[in-house]
């Protein structure tokens, strides 16, 4: 970017300057002499350029009034299918080649759904599902994208248990990836997102509390019904017998929670029958447990 806007700004002043863009080149360019950065550029429609030609494109470039070309041998469907499914597509969206390659699959969905659903936000079409159909549909959403951006022809073979940098995604396709998941899913994952959630059903799961949660599910029900409870207990009298009772079995059931997975002083059954008491204690002998066994708790 710093050499095309001095390439720019030489030209505004009427001095010469040329900064070109390149594609990779064919025999000893630097891009083919790593595989995996050869293999992405095969991949986006961009094959190694013969050199010869490369050339004879840098003379006409020197003698050309643009500042700033681009020189690159293009596969042009396989680089509008590649790049239709990111953010970037619309970048390239205009260019006549890349408009017709997505004139002629106007039809078919990038995301994987299916004819006419290709303009139906994926939060929307999995809602309109059952609860456990939507883990499968997002499962093989991740699946597809990893594929995709591994180079694969197919997502049968991937487990979901394996994490993804044992599949062989780095750096550089864990950002293509997270790109592609965010143009599919509408939404904005962070950058960390394929390291917390590292295998495919770990980051289907997600997708699944981001997207469509279960409002039935504890976790999602839980805050409502503590916010419930209390207005419920703020609206009964300080002296109120109700409220000492459910004073008492708030504390011990905080007491149980955070001894959850140490060993306790009392059984689940001692805890039960001690409820039970509370139906029909005074409000005397209540404040007397509470004195006796909570504190200032």
């Known amino acids: 970017a710093y050499l095309d806007a001095l390439a720019e700004l030489r030209r505004s002043e009427g001095l010469p300057a040329t900064s070109i863009a390149w594609g990779p080149w064919a025999d000893d360019g630097m891009a083919v002499q790593n595989a995996v950065v050869s293999g992405r550029m095969e991949r986006f429609g961009l094959p190694p350029m013969d050199p010869e030609l490369a050339i004879s494109a840098l003379e006409k470039a020197l003698g050309a009034p643009d500042p700033c070309p681009v020189i690159i ?4 469907p396989r680089f509008a299918k590649e790049v239709n499914d990111s953010r970037t597509g619309v970048l390239f969206g205009e260019i006549p080649d890349v408009k017709l390659w997505n004139e002629a699959n106007a039809g078919s969905s990038v995301e994987g759904a299916g004819s006419g659903e290709r303009g139906t936000p994926l939060a929307e079409r999995l809602s309109a599902l059952p609860v456990a159909e939507r ?8 699946r597809e994208k990893t594929a995709a951006v591994l180079g694969y022809t197919s997502h049968e073979g991937l487990d979901a248990e394996r994490g993804f940098f044992e599949m062989g995604l780095d750096s550089l396709t864990a950002v293509e990836l997270r790109n592609r998941l965010n143009t599919a899913t509408g939404l904005r994952l962070r ?33 409502a019904e503590i916010d419930h409870l209390e207005a419920v207990l703020s609206s009964l009298p300080q002296d109120d017998i109700e409220r000492a009772k459910a004073v008492v079995r708030l504390q011990s059931m905080l007491a149980k929670l955070s001894q959850a997975g140490t060993a306790s002083g009392g059984s689940a059954e001692q805890d039960d029958d001690a409820g039970d008491d509370l139906a029909g204690a005074s409000v005397d002998e209540l404040f007397d447990v509470i004195d006796r066994e909570l504190g200032d708790a």
Do not use: R
């Open 191 to 223: 950058s960390t997102t394929l390291f917390d959630y590292a295998t495919p059903s770990a980051l289907a799961q997600h997708l699944m509390g981001e997207l469509a949660p279960d409002d039935a599910a504890a976790e999602n029900v839980l805050p």
């Open 135 to 142: 883990m499968t549909v997002l499962l093989g959403l991740v």
């Open 73 to 76: 041998d293009v596969d042009w």
